[in-house]
């Protein structure tokens, strides 16, 4: 339901609330603030060309769906035990300061790469580079993600069938993204998630990037809140395509390895004046 300016909850603990704000749908959080990093923060349902009022609705609501249902998927991956202990791989962000050019695109130099501090919003052509390191004696199959504003899951890493296998000690490649020119008319707050798979010598990769397919979530069991976490491997069983070979390969056959998950807050601001 909702009322102009008042988020009417109809559960006790909504992992989303809509508000009327300005003639449009806004999405808050529980607490039913809009807009809490700035004008224009929050997410609003907008129809896109060729879509009306319902199309824009239900794309949004399947979106934000989805995004939550991974993450419990990835939450019920982790045991309890492994949130006190150290992650067995490191994750380090920098970043550096793009420049927007006459034309509207972005310099092809940026300046030089600087450590992140995730209160500090990143701007149109400004880059950011993600490093991972395997810091364990054991094998780890590794997975990012990335949750934009609107509630869209995009896989980042591996990409193109690269081997995302990490032997003791070893880094992964610079994983780098940008903001786009043109990209953050409004403040955004989105997300950098992690995922790291224990595994062992001649196992199959396990790519984890079909989390971010919604069709192939819908086609998974269903989960409750107080699923054990053997059916959260059955929904990755249900969304790893034996098809795909390795990249993708099914965990059915795998031991149920200690998995990590650690996300990455990016602040996104507009331009100034914007």
């Not at 995004?67 to 962000?93: E, K, Y």
């Not at 364990?136 to 997975?143: E, G, M, V, Y």
């Not at 786009?180 to 396990?206: D, N």
Request: proline share 11%; with cysteine.
């Amino acid at each position: 339901m909702v009322a102009a300016g008042i988020a009417i909850e109809d559960t006790t603990r909504p992992d989303l609330v809509p508000v009327l704000a300005g003639g449009a749908v806004a999405l808050t959080g529980a607490d039913g603030v809009v807009d809490a990093d700035g004008p224009g923060a929050s997410p609003r349902i907008a129809a896109r060309p060729g879509e009306d009022a319902l199309a824009a609705t239900l794309r949004m609501i399947e979106a934000a769906a989805h995004s939550l249902r991974v993450r419990a998927v990835l939450d019920g991956m982790t045991g309890a035990a492994a949130r006190f202990m150290a992650p067995p791989v490191t994750v380090g962000l920098t970043r550096a300061a793009g420049r927007l050019q006459a034309d509207g695109t972005c310099a092809t130099e940026t300046g030089p790469h600087l450590p992140h501090d995730p209160a500090h919003p990143l701007g149109e052509c400004d880059e950011l580079r993600l490093s991972v390191t395997n810091r364990s004696p054991r094998l780890q199959d590794l997975t990012v993600l990335y949750l934009d504003r609107d509630f869209v899951l995009s896989p980042v890493w591996p990409q193109d069938g690269r081997w995302n296998r990490l032997e003791p000690g070893q880094a992964a490649p610079p994983i780098e993204l940008w903001v786009p020119p043109g990209s953050t008319p409004t403040p955004k707050r989105e997300e950098l998630i992690v995922v790291a798979l224990q595994t062992e010598p001649g196992a199959p990769r396990a790519d984890l990037s079909a989390l971010a397919t919604p069709a192939g979530l819908r086609a998974a069991p269903a989960l409750a809140e107080d699923a054990a976490q053997a059916g959260f491997w059955a929904t990755l069983d249900a969304l790893m395509s034996p098809e795909a070979g390795t990249r993708s390969a099914t965990l059915a056959g795998a031991a149920r390895s200690p998995v990590t998950v650690m996300r990455q807050p990016v602040r996104l601001a507009p331009p100034p004046g914007g």
